[in-house]
């Protein structure tokens, strides 16, 4: 259909190479800026959208609490203590999974690693799915501990046994309830 029209372009740039080259590498350059501004506003809006373990604590006290996600691998989930209610996702899993979640109230995504990068990079997929309302725990799983035994939190009255008990078990034994915000 398009043969004579396709014969006459790949005779102009083999005439022009250099400037069909020049063409080629100009739309490449465009297409790989284009792609970073995106991914440039998407991660400024994640970061910006991060909730603290404060207003966590709040959402888990009101009528509607939020849809909670402990982003690791299988072996992180089974080794280490997680927030009551949390759906336990693979990060590969999360865009497969999306539908399952809430579109009508608010999902917390936490994880225990650095700079809370896998929780971060689920609220960014969840958030190119049309989930806006997805946001990554600041400071993660560490943080939400560390505000259990904050005099600032209300938190468990007996944080402080529940840990030290909690750390002096083996990882095998780890409790999955415990780390809930009192009224």
Partial sequence: ??????????????ENTALAAGIVGALLAVYVLVKAWQRWRLTRFVAASRITVDELGSMLDGEEPPHLVDVGSKLAHDHRPRIPGAVLLDLEEIDTRAHEFPSDRD?????????EESARRAAQILHARGFKRARPLAGGLDAWIAGIVSSKGNYAPDAVSFLTDLLSQSESQWPVTGLVRQA
């Avoid at 004579?4 to 372009?9: C, E, K, L, N, Y």
């Avoid at 999902?107 to 700079?115: G, K, T």
């Fill in 107 to 115: 999902i917390v995504l936490y994880c225990a690693c650095p700079n």
């Fill in 1 to 14: 259909l398009f043969r004579t029209q396709v014969a006459g372009v790949l005779a102009w740039m083999t």
